[in-house]
């Protein structure tokens, strides 16, 4: 799969999920952004970083959880079809 995905040998442009990328996908990750995605499983299992409900969580914790949980439907329903 490293090879299919850019990350060994020759960097290619290749499109994942509609997004063109000339370089490995995972080095696109950043430590900021894997936290986020530890935090969705947590968010996903009712817990939240602050206390108090949905608008006492920071902006971009929000924000964050609204792009991977539609990226996490999207994945799915691509997955069944």
């Given amino acids: 799969m490293k090879k299919v ?3 060994e040998g020759r960097e290619e442009e290749i499109e994942i999920e509609g997004i063109k990328v000339n ?7 950043t430590g900021k952004t ?17 206390s108090g ?3 006492d969580q ?7 959880m609204r792009v991977i949980e539609g990226a996490m439907e999207r994945f799915g329903n691509e997955k069944s079809l």
Avoid: T
């Fill in 23 to 29: 370089r490995c996908p995972m080095r696109m990750i």
């Fill in 5 to 7: 995905r850019g990350c």
């Fill in 58 to 64: 920071p902006v971009k914790f929000s924000e964050a």
């Fill in 34 to 50: 894997m936290a986020y995605i530890e935090a969705y499983h947590a968010y996903r299992s009712g817990f939240l970083p602050n």
């Fill in 53 to 55: 409900g949905w608008l």
